[in-house]
């Protein structure tokens, strides 16, 4: 099915008076033009190839940096705690969200998606999968900095490696159900009821309930319990401070105990930047796609999404002497060496 588009007529002004008219006949080109539901083929914009090349080095540069934070956690046995094992979940996560880069540039940019329906729906899912198991992470995160900071006499009981690998087992399996679920139960592989949108389109159109729990459940749900825990940390956090200086300037030796403690702050205070810049990255992108807000401010608010992804690792480089130490160990290939694995990355050498 083809349309005719009408005459259109440049004027083309030079020298003293002189005139002339171009007229061109344009078709309307489908992107598949033998199927009669086919989306129309816009004509792309001068600037994708800029766009494919600043995806490209985003996800070249998230990759690259996550991948030490995966090596890193993986192969140095001291940094086998539970802290460090949500760190390497939200890492994986992170890390997968800079391979699958490529694809949303594809799928934001490009007016057909010619991968076809089923490759559509499990990237949908797998990419919805991904930001929500951002945020179940950073759950996690703020629950172990919660108990390590005002509990930590229940710590080493209440928070272990395997009860936080199965936590974050948990995490995932349930954010796949439901995903999986939201878009199933929203039609999108029953091609015979999709009449919302033309053919060569990657979208889901989610219905008005299942918006509303979305909202509930991949946003308000988690960014509160965030919040809160957050909150008291802060709270503990400034307590802890104003005890532990007042002995300083008192002239009381300062505990092991209360070292500690400072350390356990300093580490809630690191993740807390991480957690943070996230959810300024991803509340407002939510919102907006609530709202309906140009899509051009949307793909702008995803690839601020995204980027976040590769902005962790420097958070850690920052923060975390560990992290420089095992990346210049990684990256001069000292990790080959035998029992390299145990080195203790936490003193000078």
């Known amino acids: 099915m083809k349309e005719q588009k009408g005459e259109q007529n440049k004027l083309l002004t030079g020298g003293d008076s002189l005139m002339a008219y171009e007229t061109e006949d344009q078709e309307t080109q489908y992107c598949f033009p033998d199927i009669n539901s086919s989306c129309v083929k816009e004509q792309q914009l001068s600037h994708g190839y800029i766009t494919y090349l600043f995806v490209s080095l985003l996800s070249a540069w998230t990759v690259f940096l996550n991948l030490l934070v995966i090596i890193s956690i993986s192969h ?6 539970p802290t460090n094992m949500i760190i390497l979940s939200l890492a994986i996560n992170d890390l997968l969200v800079g391979l699958l880069m490529p694809i949303e540039a594809i799928r934001l ?18 990419i919805a999968l991904l930001l929500a198991a951002s945020l179940g992470n950073l759950v996690l995160i703020a629950v172990d900095r919660y108990v390590a900071v005002c509990h930590p006499l229940l710590y080493p009981q209440k928070i272990t490696i395997t009860k936080t690998l199965m936590s974050i087992c948990l995490i995932w399996a349930c954010f796949s159900a439901y995903n999986t679920t939201l878009v199933i139960n929203n039609g999108y592989f029953d091609t015979s009821h999709r009449t919302d949108v033309c053919y060569g389109r990657c979208l889901i159109m989610i219905s008005f309930s299942w918006l509303v729990t979305d909202l509930l459940m991949s946003c308000i749900f988690p960014c509160t319990l965030i919040i809160m825990f957050y909150l008291r940390i802060f709270y503990v956090v400034h307590q802890q401070v104003k005890v532990i200086n007042s002995l300083m300037k008192g002239g009381k030796c300062v505990t092991e105990g209360s070292v500690r403690r400072k350390s356990e702050s300093k580490a809630a205070l690191t993740l807390g930047i991480i957690v943070t810049g996230y959810m300024l990255c991803w509340i407002p992108y939510y919102i907006c796609s609530l709202t309906g807000i140009p899509s051009t401010v949307i793909n702008v608010l995803i690839w601020a999404v995204h980027s976040n992804s590769g902005l962790n690792p420097l958070v850690y480089a920052l923060f975390y002497p560990w992290f420089k130490k095992t990346a210049k160990l990684i990256l001069t290939l000292d990790i080959l060496q035998p029992a390299s694995s145990w080195i203790n990355i936490f003193t000078e050498h």
Not at 76 to 81: D, E, G, S
Not at 110 to 122: A, H
């Open 76 to 81: 140095f046995k001291k940094l086998h705690t």
């Open 109 to 126: 940019s490009e007016t057909c998606w010619y991968f076809g329906d089923t490759f559509c729906g499990l990237y949908l899912i797998f």
